[in-house]
């Protein structure tokens, strides 16, 4: 029988590699624009938001809600570009994404600001200074920003306007009207019957689906405790007014 000698354990700090540029794109290649509506509206609810906005415009996606601001847990999972749970807290009791969903966004534009309680996060798809037109994302340090809300969350996405490659798939190109429309569109016919099967938060069902609005492409959706979502479709050419609660 061999001599079988069993090599001795190493020492020092082993070291962890990943390919995160990697490991988004793939979570964004399941996702279709109209995942975006979802995630951004989970996120909402999971906040305490009862009057949440949506507009989309051909310049940026904003998102802005009155719940509760962004607490110091909650700063510190927007600074991770991916997961949540074991560096940093993950979200408790939400039926959002965890770490994932905000970056939905990625499929509209390179950047992503989130502000709250007069601070702002920047995350970003070009986070590779040498590599500008390379697909890698990253985020900046939260940072005091005056003109963020002190109450609630606003989220904006200023629309790509320059394909974005992504190493052995295809590049994230800049969305167009079409995209957009049908962005709104998913989110007047797919996202209530997604959110009614949230079973796991019976108290975020919701009592009505989304509805077309009178004035323009706009849609309102209402949930249990008397909160509300509007979603609207603006641009250049058919903008239906200052979006507004009545």
Same mark, same amino acid.
Do not use: Y
């Given at each position: 029988m061999a001599d079988i000698r069993i090599p001795p354990p190493r020492d020092g700090?082993? $070291?962890?590699?990943? !390919?995160?540029? *990697?490991?988004?794109?793939e979570f964004l290649?399941?996702?279709t624009v109209g995942d975006i509506i979802v995630e951004l509206?989970?996120?909402?609810?999971?906040?305490?938001?009862r009057r949440t906005e949506i507009e989309i415009t051909d310049e940026a996606l904003i998102c802005t809600g009155n719940g509760e601001q962004?607490?110091?847990?909650?700063?510190?999972?927007?600074?991770?570009?991916?997961?949540?749970?074991?560096?940093?807290?993950?979200?408790v009791d939400g039926i959002g994404a965890k770490n994932h969903g905000i970056r939905a966004c990625f499929?509209?534009?390179?950047?992503?600001?989130?502000?709250?309680? $007069?601070?702002?996060? !920047?995350?970003? *798809?070009?986070?590779?200074?040498?590599?500008?037109d390379a697909f890698f994302p990253a985020a900046w340090d939260p940072?005091?920003?005056?003109?963020a809300p002190k109450r609630g969350v606003r989220v904006t996405v200023p629309m790509r306007t320059e394909p974005l490659a992504i190493a052995g798939r295809n590049a994230l190109t800049p969305p167009t009207p079409a995209t957009l429309d049908e962005l709104f569109d998913s989110a007047v016919e797919a996202a209530p019957s997604r959110f009614l099967r949230l079973h796991a938060r019976p108290a975020m069902a919701l009592r009505a689906c989304f509805q077309k609005g009178q004035a323009g492409?706009?849609?309102?959706?209402?949930?249990?405790f008397d909160r509300q979502v509007r979603v609207v479709r603006t641009n250049l050419h058919a903008h239906c007014g200052e979006p507004g609660w009545t």
């Open positions: 700090q082993p $070291k962890v590699k990943a !390919d995160i540029p *990697a490991m988004v794109a290649g399941e996702l509206v989970q996120n909402e609810l999971d906040g305490g938001s962004i607490e110091p847990t909650g700063w510190d999972r927007l600074s991770f570009v991916i997961g949540a749970g074991t560096l940093v807290q993950a979200k499929l509209l534009g390179d950047r992503i600001v989130v502000q709250s309680d $007069k601070q702002r996060i !920047d995350l970003t *798809a070009r986070g590779q200074i040498d590599e500008p940072e005091p920003d005056p003109t492409r706009q849609a309102d959706v209402h949930c249990a």
